[in-house]
Structure formats: C-alpha cells, structure tokens
C-alpha cells in the first residue's frame, strides 16, 4: 500500500468514528424531558404576551404624553423669535416717552405715543410676554440678572446690590428671553 492509499484509509476510519460518536450524542439529545404539559406551555406563552403588551401599551401612553407636552411647549414658545425682535422696539418707546416727557410743547404728541405704546405693551402680554421685575436697591443675583459693570457703591449698604437698570427683561410664559442689564454696587 503506497501512503497515499494509506492517508485516505485513516481519514476514512476517523470521518467512521466521528459520525458515530456525533450519532450516539444525538440519541442522547433525543430524549425530550416533557416536565410541563402542553396547557401549561400555552399559559405560559399567553403569559409573556400579556406581558409584551403591557409594555407596548406603557411605552406608547409614555410617547403621547411625551408628544402632547412638547407641542403645547412648542406653541407656547413659537413666537419667541418675534418677542426677541420686538424688544428693541419697546425699548426705544421707553426712550422717547422719556424726553418727550421734557419737552412740554409736544403734549399732543406724547399722548400719541403713549397710546401706540401701551396698545403694543397689551397685545404682547396677551401673548405672553412679561417684564421682569427689578427695582435699584435689589440684591443682584447672577441667575437672574446681567451685570453690565459695576461701580464703587454710593452708600455702604448698596454693596452687592443693584444700582441701575439699564435695559428691562422680558419672560415669554416661564422662559427668559432677555434677561435684565443691571449696574452693581462694589
């Protein structure tokens, strides 16, 4: 016998022994272990799919209220750009009521402007916009308030508090669009 003859011949007996060794393992595998009977498979299965669909029902109960909270969210603050835009407006009202004010020869004029002022002040607060409330002698607070500068306090009980408003801010709703600019004491 040459070697190649003798090579198959081995490969032969060896596939022989691995199949019977692979088909001695599969009758070993073949004896099922029925421990549960089919009704309480059945219960078992209907178990887990009760279960996947309380989940199912949870998460989509989460997901509209999820939704609904971000649209109601979205519509509260979708005008936010037009408030922003208009804050310079009302700003240069405030202004030119101040000198107008001075001038006593333009008193048909000043009533004029305190109308459209006070017509324009009303329809955005309908729509949300509020001015935040600061006042000189407050204590400044870095959360609500952008100090602007500061300046050596006039009286030692002004230290840390606010001397001057330069420029108001506004809320629309619960957000701050602009928060106020204020001059601290030193």
Do not use: C, W
């Amino acid at each position: 016998m040459s070697k190649k003859d003798k090579n198959t011949d081995m490969e032969q007996e060896q596939m022989e022994s691995a199949q019977t060794e692979t088909v001695e393992v599969e009758e070993q595998v073949e004896e099922p272990v029925e421990t549960l009977t089919v009704e309480e498979k059945l219960h078992e299965e209907v178990k887990q799919e009760k279960d996947k669909f309380l989940r199912l029902f949870a998460e989509f109960e989460n997901y509209k209220k999820r939704t609904s909270k971000e649209r109601l969210d979205l519509f509260k603050t979708a005008s936010e750009e037009v408030m922003v835009a208009l804050l310079p407006v009302i700003d240069d009202f405030e202004r030119a009521l101040m000198h107008i004010e001075e001038d006593k020869e333009a008193e048909e004029l000043r009533k004029g402007v305190v109308l459209i002022y006070q017509k324009m002040l009303s329809t955005l607060e309908q729509k949300g916009l509020a001015p935040i409330k600061v006042e000189k002698g407050d204590d400044f607070n870095a959360d609500d308030h952008e100090a602007v500068t500061q300046i050596p306090a006039p009286a030692e009980d002004l230290k840390g508090k606010i001397i001057d408003v330069i420029e108001k801010g506004y809320k629309l709703g619960d957000k701050v669009i602009r928060f106020p600019k204020v001059v601290i004491g030193q």
